[in-house]
DNA sequence: ATTAATTTGTTGCATTTGCAACAATAATAT
DNA sequence: ATATTATTGTTGCAAATGCAACAAATTAAT
């Protein structure tokens, strides 16, 4: 194995962005089905983000839990189904959307998840120390601001 | 809009860590196409790592790129008809693999991408400072390496 | 010596994702 | 007034992804 000291796409930040995101997404949903949770990590971000919100029209829920138009609408159809959501015809800007919000169940759906991820990430031992983790938060911060005015994310 | 005190998930570093990612792919796959390289920015990552290992076996290469061992095999299929890469049998710890290096045209192909690469990137407005980008180089290393202990990946 | 377990790579399939196109509606321009 | 542009959400399809199952070959266990 030779290792050259030039920089190689896995040196950079951006592979190691994308490498902990990666982590971070298999951590979830391994964290998720052993919890016996009744919702996806997705669905979880969903009414997580609904509820901060209260009432939300799709595009911008959508912005938010960084999925494009199409996947949005078809997560919140399933929560629909299942009578976690209720969607409704409602105003933005003068113009006509579809908002939402959480129902009764969903509501505590989404508590009783929030409090079994809570006791169980509680229990798990601590990943960086709070000042490391305040400098990850601001660093990570300033990278996604500077990397916004060139990117084009089209939702 | 209501803002809760809480703590949701879109305020958590796992979300802002998936965020950015998402757009350090976006930002890469709009230079590659804008640049028309005749390279998909996985392809130029498969192609790096092999000329940074020089030969190195599909599920290592798999473990580097961040792509489970199916779609590692089909780029490297994709690398191999085009003729940037040979593939060849060797032995690691005295069990058959399938191992790969680079051709000539693979190295052509490469450094021609990389220098367009950097003539590019070179002209962009820094996103960071270096201290900065170390400080976050620094922190999402010491993060991942905290998750590393609780995931399981698989490949 | 047999059997069981591991490692590596491939195949096939189901799910997810992204993206373009469309419909509906409203704002803006001419 | 009409046409153009922009915003929102849906549909449909192609591409990417993940995952289980398999084959081949080697190591470890009994």
Do not use: W
Request: neutral net charge; hydrophobic residues 35%; proline residues 2%.
């Amino acid at each position: 194995m030779k290792i050259s000291e030039e920089t190689h796409y896995i040196n950079t930040v951006y592979y190691k962005i994308e490498q902990t995101a990666k982590y971070c997404r298999h951590l979830g949903t391994q964290i998720f089905e052993k919890l016996r949770l009744p919702l996806t990590l997705d669905e979880f971000a969903t009414l997580d983000t609904i509820s901060l919100y209260g009432e939300i029209c799709q595009r911008d829920l959508a912005k938010l839990i960084l999925k494009d138009r199409p996947s949005t609408g078809r997560i919140l159809n399933s929560l629909d189904e299942r009578g976690f959501i209720t969607r409704f015809a409602d105003t933005k800007n003068n113009r006509l959307v579809r908002k939402m919000k959480l129902t009764k169940e969903g509501n505590e759906i989404l508590e009783k998840a929030l409090k079994i991820l809570r006791e169980y990430l509680a229990n798990l031992p601590q990943v960086l120390s709070d000042e490391e983790r305040d400098n990850l938060e601001h660093s990570i911060q300033m990278f996604k601001q500077g990397l916004e005015k060139e990117v084009e994310m089209n939702i």
